[in-house]
């Protein structure tokens, strides 16, 4: 096998014209180096051996097919092209590559044999060196042949493409795979080699600037072709970015291809961004795949933001989809597209629905201008008279099929067409209107040239108001602006007949709105000054209010008086104000500015006659008529009328102040200035103000004086204060006020007073000193002795007369107030109608009063809060202490005083608690601690106090349990302090049960206290005697009183049973060891007592030898009084307890 491949290796050798030189570089005798053999040679010994799958002629087909419409099949061949002339054995190989693969696994046998034969036999030992060198130089030639042979594969790979194209899928995946196999590549290696094909291919798409979505299905069919994965794709892409860009950079400044949009290289880079990002996108990428791949390539053009990117694949992408969108036109009618189609579009390239709806919209709206006509096939704009610009028939039909396919709303659609169409109705619908304006046509012609217009338009019927409204704005505005620049140069006779032309104007246009069924139109919509675009929206505000003026006056000064708005000129004026769009504020400072004065001058005159001397009712009468005249002549408004009135009616108080030195004006006067307040058609509360500004000081003064030295107004002077109200024209809410004011002054040093009488009472000097920050002196008080520093339960008797001389000053001056504050239902006896019947009862809501102090010392702030509190405790505490009618007097101004001092009632109630509290504690220690419990008179006497106090039944009963509680507790603490008694516990415990209160729940007390008196009651009961097993209803009554559970009574008997048991037998054991058995035998008993209590199961703890001894003492017992039966059961209750049987 060997030996024939080697003879082939020489016969294809010799094959070559030059016979000296070895087919694979290996010299025949002694070299010094090796290479690789002349590319003829191969040529020549490859045709001999490569077959052709294909002829010449389908191979040039091919080439034409593919290489001549796509770039990436010429960049293909040049890279074959340079792959073999930069090696010319890689085109041998590319013809043979199988063969060339086989010698080089026969190339070191064949080689060794061959260096045998060509050596002469005489240099033997030089043939077998020769042999040697000739085979390692073979095994060189191998591994280097090796390398050639995959080298070849990558132009071969390419060669496939070129020759099968990327539209034929499946051949071309067959020779791919075909490629692999013949040159025996890994898959590895051969993923690196269709990653470079890919390269190679995408740069030769872009080195053509013109995209065409084509080439995205090339590139998508060649990523199938040679089985490229996601990340083979994204690294092909990011090379042939780095390639491409370097290629680039070397012939194109970086400035032009970032800032060019024009240049075809910038262009290329945008193909590449756009073939790039759709191939990610169509090949399933995740976002961050996408990103990641994008940024890369982004990077390697210049370091472009991915924003940019993202930017320039749009607009390379964008007119692709127009170009669908143009097609979409031209095929509409053959029914070949639909909106489905488009999606697929959208999806191919990339187009977003934001963007690509902007662009149905420019599609839609160039179908309209084409049927229209006024853009040629190309989209230029013709020139064609406006008003020969309309519809063809089935127009209509045709946009609502486009819309259909593009997906427009119908707003959208209506827009586009109204928008279009309106530029050519407008044209002669203003010529129609202006016809109307001038007289030329009719409104009824007028408006048959707009209607005729709308249909050759298709225009909607919903769409005329609209356009209508801009015609009629256009068309008025024409007469406006005129009237504008008369107004500039203060022609205001011209201003006046412009205005007027207007009017008639806006007559004509409204009676065409009105033929075309446009009834209920808003006249101020045509007019709105805020609208730049309506009639006199041009017009600033300063020329408006100018020329509404130079109206207004004009249209005085031209009627027949010249001094008066007739009925015909006022209607003109309010149209001129609706048509200049002026309000009616703005209108009214016009008639003031215009008219006022005229107003003014005779408001005055009438001011100045009344408040005169000479005063008379029939003045009056002939000045009402005279300003009447001004108000109708010029129409003026009520509000500027009652404005006027008001300023001068409040100078003629004033007179009539200045004339009246005493402060209070006579009654004719008065009456004067009644007559003048009916003359100027004033309400009676508009004057008060003036009033209460000129007359306010003389009604206070009444007031003070009215008060006098004892500051309560007596009942006599009530009524003329009342009058005195009356005549000054004054306000009754306005003179409360003045008359609390001066109750406020009279009330504050009464208060200041009380707070310092009562610091006196319960501050010592030094106290006192320090507070107010000055000497007291020696003040003694009528004792004798100095303040004792501390408020008692006593109080002092003079603050109790300063403190009712403050009630009765309130309630004297009728000061406090009662205010409605809700409803209640109460019932209601009815007694019977008739003699025989029967009495009924009913219910009825009544009102609910509440008792409101308008001035109080806290809210005058003259005291503190806490010394008012003080005071409100002081005099209940006064009212406890004192008896007879002056107590009760005390007790009926309680809440009266409190309220003055402006102590809420749940504050007064609280304070009224706490002094129920001292006294209930004081008192109930007492009586509890003299004689034991609270009788019949004590309950009594608490229950005055609770009514004294004001305390309900309720507080007083917490108050009483709560005071018994702390004395009972005070005195727990009391017996079980020191060493207690059962008879003392006794008492205890039955004392509190007898007053209803429970130890535990009701006192709180702990269970260590209960436990602990359980043990001192019990125990000495147990031990003489009185407690046994029948007497046991004893510990059941110490259970219940002390509120303990049977079972924790049980438990504590049994330990004391336990623990007194075993001292017992103790000391019985003592006497039996010193010999004094008589002193054991009560001690035995009462262990037998013990044991009745459990079975005998004391728990004892007795050696056998004692046990017996105690039995047998026991035996010898006298139990001659006894029964029998009793006496067995306690010996059996003794053996159990000493554990012997």
């Not at 073979?138 to 071969?156: M, N, Q, V």
């Not at 990523?223 to 194109?252: C, M, P, S, W």
């Not at 009712?617 to 002549?633: S, W």
């Not at 702390?966 to 603490?973: H, R």
Request: proline residues 3%.
């Amino acid at each position: 096998m060997y030996f024939k491949s080697a003879t082939l290796a020489i016969l294809l050798a010799s094959s070559g014209p030059n016979s000296n030189v070895d087919a694979f570089g290996i010299a025949p005798t002694m070299i010094k180096s090796t290479s690789f053999v002349p590319r003829a040679s191969i040529m020549r010994s490859t045709q001999i051996m490569q077959p052709r799958t294909q002829s010449s002629s389908s191979s040039s087909r091919m080439m034409t097919m593919f290489g001549g419409g796509s770039g990436g099949i010429i960049e293909l061949q040049q890279f074959i092209e340079l792959k073999e002339k930069s090696n010319p054995v890689t085109k041998k190989l590319g013809k043979s590559p199988k063969l060339w693969k086989m010698a080089s696994t026969v190339a070191i046998p064949a080689a060794a044999v061959v260096g045998g034969l060509v050596m002469p036999s005489r240099r033997l030992a030089v043939d077998v060196i020769g042999g040697a060198v000739t085979g390692v130089g073979a095994l060189i030639g191998k591994s280097r042949l090796d390398i050639e042979t995959e080298s070849a594969a990558l132009p071969a790979l390419a060669q496939a493409i070129v020759d099968n194209g990327v539209d034929n899928i499946d051949m071309a995946q067959g020779e791919v795979e075909n490629v692999k196999d013949t040159f025996g590549v890994n898959d590895e290696d051969f993923a690196d080699m269709c990653k470079d094909v890919y390269k190679t291919y995408l740069i030769g798409m872009v080195r053509n600037p013109m995209a065409k979505t084509s080439e995205l299905g090339e590139l998508k069919n060649l990523k199938t072709i040679l089985e490229l994965d996601n990340l083979l794709v994204g690294e092909a892409h990011a090379a042939a970015a780095e390639e491409f860009y370097r290629q680039l950079t070397k012939v194109t400044s970086e400035e032009d291809l970032r800032d060019d949009e024009d240049h075809p290289d910038r262009m290329s880079l945008d193909k590449f961004l756009f073939l790039s990002e759709r191939s990610f996108k169509q090949g399933g990428e995740t976002e961050e795949a996408f990103k990641y791949e994008m940024s890369r390539i982004a990077k390697a053009f210049g370091g472009l933001s991915l924003s940019d990117v993202l930017e320039r694949v749009a607009e390379v992408a964008e007119p692709f989809y127009r170009r669908a969108l143009a097609s979409t036109r031209s095929k509409l009618d053959t029914g070949a597209v639909n909106s489905d189609m488009l999606a697929r579009a959208r999806a191919t390239l990339g187009i977003e629905e934001s963007v690509a709806a902007d662009l149905h919209v420019q599609t839609f709206a160039d179908e309209v201008k084409s049927l229209l006509g006024t853009v040629d096939g190309e989209g230029f704009e013709v020139e064609i008279d406006s008003a020969d610009v309309k519809f063809p028939a089935g127009s209509m039909d045709r946009l609502a099929q486009l819309q259909e396919v593009l997906g427009l709303t119908e707003e959208d659609a209506s827009y586009e067409i109204s928008s279009e169409a309106n530029r050519h109705f407008e044209g002669v619908a203003l010529e129609a209107m202006e016809g109307a304006i001038s007289g030329d046509m009719t409104p009824e012609d007028a408006w048959e040239a707009i209607a005729t217009r709308r249909d050759d338009l298709c225009l909607k019927e919903e769409s005329m108001k609209s356009l209508l409204t801009s015609i009629v704005m256009q068309a008025l505005g024409k007469p406006l602006e005129e009237t504008l620049t008369y107004a500039k140069v203060n022609n205001e006779q011209q201003v006046y007949e412009k205005l007027l032309d207007a009017l008639e104007a806006k007559l004509a246009c409204f009676a065409v709105l009105q033929l075309s069924g446009w009834e209920d139109f808003d006249e101020s919509h045509f007019f709105d000054p805020t609208n730049s675009n309506s009639a006199s929206g041009f017009i600033d505000e300063a020329d408006r209010m100018k020329m509404y003026q130079i109206f207004l006056v004009r249209s005085v000064r031209n009627s027949e008086s010249g001094e008066e708005l007739t009925d015909d000129m006022f209607d003109e004026v309010q149209e001129v104000q609706s048509m200049l769009g002026i309000g009616d504020a703005e209108a009214q400072v016009q008639f003031r500015k215009s008219f006022g004065p005229a107003l003014s001058k005779e408001l005055q005159i009438a001011v100045f006659e009344v408040t005169g001397d000479d005063y008379t009712p029939a003045l009056v009468e002939n000045l009402k008529k005279k300003i009447d005249a001004v108000i109708e002549n010029y129409r003026l408004p009520a509000d500027m009328v009652k404005e006027f009135a008001a300023s001068n009616y409040n100078k003629a108080v004033e007179i009539i102040n200045q004339k009246s030195p005493s402060g209070i004006p006579t009654p004719e006067r008065m009456e004067a200035l009644d007559k003048l307040r009916d003359l100027l058609q004033l309400e009676k509360e508009a004057t008060y103000a003036p009033h209460m500004q000129c007359f306010g000081r003389s009604y206070r003064t009444g007031v003070l004086e009215a008060l006098g030295g004892t500051g309560v107004i007596r009942p006599e002077f009530r009524q003329p204060l009342d009058d005195l109200r009356d005549r000054l024209g004054l306000p009754e809410d306005a003179t409360k006020k003045i008359f609390l004011e001066a109750i406020e002054e009279k009330m504050i040093p009464m208060v200041e007073f009380l707070g310092t009488e009562l610091e006196r009472t319960m501050l010592t000097q030094q106290q006192l000193a320090q507070k107010k920050g000055k000497d007291f002196g020696e003040d003694m008080f009528k004792s004798g002795k100095g303040a004792a520093g501390r408020l008692g339960i006593g109080a002092d008797g003079n603050i109790m007369t300063d403190c009712m001389n403050l009630v009765d000053f309130y309630t004297e001056n009728d000061i406090a107030e009662e205010k409605e504050v809700g409803k209640k239902t109460v019932e209601k006896k009815v007694p019977a109608e008739e003699e025989g019947g029967e009495e009924t009862t009913v219910t009825e809501e009544v009102p609910v009063y509440e008792t409101t102090y308008p001035i109080t010392a806290l809210g005058t702030s003259c005291i503190e809060v806490e010394m008012a509190e003080l005071l409100y405790r002081q005099f209940v505490v006064g009212g406890f202490t004192t008896q007879g009618p002056q107590g009760e007097r005390y007790e009926a101004a309680k809440a009266t005083f409190g309220g003055i001092l402006g102590l809420t009632s749940e504050k007064m109630e609280g304070i009224g608690g706490s002094i129920g509290e001292t006294v209930y504690e004081n008192f109930i220690s007492n009586a509890m601690t003299t004689k034991g419990q609270l009788d019949q008179q004590d309950m009594m006497f608490l229950a005055n106090i609770q009514t004294k106090l004001g305390l309900s039944s309720e507080q007083g009963e917490k108050m009483m349990l709560d005071v018994q509680k702390k004395i009972l507790v005070d005195e727990a603490n009391a017996v079980m302090g020191g060493e207690p008694s059962a008879a003392d516990v006794k008492a205890y415990r039955e004392k509190c049960n007898s007053m209803g209160l429970e130890l535990g729940e009701d006192l709180e007390l702990s269970k260590s206290y209960l436990t602990r008196m359980f043990e001192i009651e019990v125990v000495p009961g147990l031990m003489n005697g009185e407690i046994t097993v029948e007497s046991a209803e004893l510990l059941t009554e110490i259970q219940e009183s002390l509120g303990l559970t049977p079972e924790e009574c049980e438990e504590l008997f049994e330990g004391i049973l336990d623990k007194r048991a075993s001292a017992v037998l103790t000391n019985i054991k003592g006497e039996l060891l010193r010999g004094r058995e008589e002193n054991a035998t009560d001690l035995i008993k009462k262990l037998v007592r013990f044991a009745s209590f459990v079975d005998g199961e004391l728990g004892l703890e007795i050696d056998e030898a004692n046990a017996y001894a105690i039995f047998n003492l026991y035996e010898k017992f006298d139990f001659s009084e006894e029964e029998k039966e009793s006496v067995e059961e306690k010996k059996k209750l003794l053996k159990v307890a000493l554990g012997i049987s």
